[in-house]
């Protein structure tokens, strides 16, 4: 079987992107990255959870706790507070991580040679990414060549993001209808035990499960 490595936050569309690689016929390889997010704990159990229900057992866990030395993201540096989201927001919000996804991407390829993946999965979603730079399908293609022009000569590795042009109210539809297991994910930035319902992501979480007319299942 053709093997994809899906990059799995433990978030819902990372889940959900993971049905899609398993819609499309691939063996799953479930990669996490603990990097100094506050909610590094909890994302990790949502990791373990999903890849159990997947049945994945090759899964690879990786610390780049160097992003809390690096600092000035309010996800990983401790002296800045987690603020109350604005989803209409078009600048680029104290959230974004900077360049995290490239370091991320990085490291999957290093395992994609190592177990002739041809695919990586990213959740990433240019509509609903509260503007993070390397969320837009353009970095995706150009994160391509990078790895054309850096890997072995017969190394072939494709970025696929399912949902880069889908809303969060699009992403739970589609993941309802793959019966992807939303029960299972985590999206809130600041707590670890009960969503803030006041970050960006719980934001778009929120207002996704109520455009779609569905209840979250983290909330019941």
């Not at 993971?18 to 990669?31: I, T, V």
């Not at 990097?35 to 610390?63: C, H, M, P, W």
């Not at 695919?119 to 990078?146: N, Q």
């Not at 054309?148 to 000569?153: D, N, V, W, Y």
Request: hydrophobic share 35%; proline share 4%; with cysteine.
């Amino acid at each position: 079987m053709k093997k994809a490595i899906i990059l799995l936050s433990g978030g819902m569309d990372s889940c959900v992107s993971a049905s899609c690689a398993k819609e499309d016929g691939f063996g799953l390889s479930f990669l996490h990255i603990n990097y100094g997010q506050k909610t590094e704990k909890k994302e990790l159990q949502s990791f373990n959870a999903i890849a159990d229900f997947f049945n994945v057992t090759d899964r690879l866990i990786i610390d780049m706790q160097y992003f809390s030395q690096i600092g000035g993201s309010s996800l990983t540096d401790s002296n800045i507070d987690v603020v109350k989201g604005n989803i209409e927001n078009n600048k680029i919000p104290i959230s974004y991580v900077p360049f995290r996804n490239a370091n991320i991407l990085s490291a999957a390829t290093s395992w994609a040679e190592i177990i002739n993946a041809k695919t990586i999965y990213i959740g990433a979603v240019e509509e609903d990414s509260s503007g993070y730079p390397d969320c837009r399908r353009s970095f995706y293609d150009a994160f391509e060549k990078v790895i054309s022009e850096g890997t072995r000569p017969d190394t072939s590795i494709q970025i696929i993001s399912p949902l880069i042009h889908m809303s969060k109210k699009e992403i739970i539809l589609k993941g309802i209808e793959l019966k992807s297991p939303l029960e299972l994910t985590w999206s809130c930035y600041k707590n670890e035990n009960s969503p803030c319902l006041e970050c960006d992501s719980c934001l778009l979480r929120e207002r996704g499960f109520n455009q779609a007319n569905k209840i979250d299942p983290i909330l019941i």
